[in-house]
């Protein structure tokens, strides 16, 4: 088949969509990955073919970082994501002529246009739980606790309000020129969804979160999607010389997230490494950890894949984005979660109930004193690392990738079936 996937945002919201576009080559299908241009050389060195977006995660995520946590933090991220979908729409509808099969991440689109306009079957992929239920709250939501089932429902039909405030006459407005009815709510849009079978793939490992009771058979949680480094790439020898000079590092890392005051951050996370005596490895990210005059037990980095850095470090400090923490969660190693915003608080939650790391609070205000703490506790306690590392032994086993592509093929065969 020709596979179309969609995704729009940061590395994190791109990386497990090119594993799956990578693992469904390797099937035996051709796959287009439509990401932000941003990514292109780096989806390409995968062999994966690319449909360039003009949308600019990067500036998108300093906006965001501009912006208090909260509701206020949620509007705006939503905001962001109407903006870029804007622009987006043409790329991807360009990129879809010529597809068998349509895969629409959260940050996509198109999926029941493109089986509504071509007839084609389409799938949409999530890196976190989605349909309501009334086993949790709604993941996005900045308020977490529970008050039961009914309180979780009420909590994923807000959300559904919400998105459908930011996205819904978005969508409308596209659905219009391609000449179809206008949906007349997110509930209409997800009904026709069922009507098709539409499979809901989500990419997180049903260890850690297993699907919930109430939830239909479309709804199938398949187990991360990995990327692993390209056969050719190799770790920058002052890397491995560091690595190689004492004791297992630290890995602290933010990924995408804009630092308001990346000064600040940075001398925090050196004061807690001085406090707990640990080396670290440090990367800079987007939010821009900086090097400056960096002591001899710290090491900066710009750009190393998870998978071979992980495997190298005896903790992982980071802001609870689902890449980031499934990283984590495969190596086998205690987590120190420090959430920004949206999903990060939920998958902080998780870590620390599986009993595999710490929460720090906010990593918009990280203490020194805290974070040495965690720094100290997850190196040394017995019990939290053994705990990790049997988690890891249970994500390497899972096969994501394997899972999805077997959903996808059912479909699509299903699909041609009818």
């Not at 407005?173 to 539409?198: C, D, H, I, K, V």
Request: a positive charge.
């Amino acid at each position: 088949m020709k596979i179309l996937i969609t995704t729009l945002g940061s590395r994190g919201d791109v990386q497990p969509y090119l594993a799956l576009a990578v693992g469904l080559q390797r099937a035996g299908h051709q796959v287009t990955l439509a990401a932000p241009q941003t990514f292109a050389a780096w989806i390409q060195s995968y062999g994966v073919a690319v449909a360039p977006v003009q949308f600019n995660p990067q500036e998108a995520m300093q906006k965001l970082g501009q912006t208090e946590g909260g509701l206020r933090a949620m509007s705006a991220m939503l905001k962001i994501i109407r903006e870029g979908m804007t622009v987006a729409q043409e790329d991807v509808w360009q990129a879809a002529q010529n597809t068998d099969f349509f895969i629409q991440s959260a940050t996509g689109m198109g999926a029941m246009e493109m089986a509504a306009l071509r007839g084609i079957p389409a799938a949409f992929a999530y890196l976190f739980p989605f349909a309501p239920t009334r086993s949790f709250p709604m993941f996005w939501l900045p308020f977490r606790f529970s008050l039961g089932g009914g309180y979780n429902l009420l909590t994923h039909k807000l959300m559904s309000q919400l998105l459908w405030r930011f996205g819904g006459s978005l969508n409308n407005q596209w659905r219009t020129r391609l000449g179809l009815r206008p949906w007349r709510s997110e509930r209409e849009l997800f009904a026709y969804a069922r009507r098709l079978n539409t499979p809901f793939l989500y990419g997180y490992s049903p260890s850690l979160l297993p699907p919930p009771a109430d939830w239909d058979e479309q709804q199938q949680v398949t187990g991360y999607w990995f990327l692993t480094a390209v056969a050719n790439w190799q770790p920058p020898a002052a890397l491995c010389q560091f690595l190689e000079s004492g004791p297992p590092p630290v890995y602290v890392g933010f990924g995408s997230m804009h630092l308001k005051n990346a000064e600040r951050q940075t001398r925090v996370v050196l004061q807690a490494l001085a406090i707990s005596g640990q080396r670290a490895v440090l990367a800079a990210g987007w939010g821009g950890l900086k090097p400056g005059s960096a002591p001899d037990n710290v090491y900066f980095v710009e750009d190393v894949p998870h998978d071979w850095l992980l495997a190298r470090v005896t903790a992982v400090v980071h802001h609870g984005g689902a890449g980031t923490t499934a990283a984590g969660l495969r190596a086998g190693i205690p987590s120190i979660i420090a959430p920004f915003s949206g999903d990060q608080w939920s998958w902080a939650d998780l870590v620390v109930k599986a009993g595999v790391g710490l929460c720090v609070g906010s990593g918009q205000r990280l203490r020194a004193k805290r974070l040495a703490a965690a720094m100290e506790t997850a190196v040394t306690d017995p019990t939290l690392r053994q705990r990790a590392k049997t988690f890891g032994d249970t994500i390497r086993a899972e096969n994501g990738i394997g899972r999805a592509i077997q959903l996808i093929e059912n479909h699509a065969r299903i699909q041609e079936v009818r």
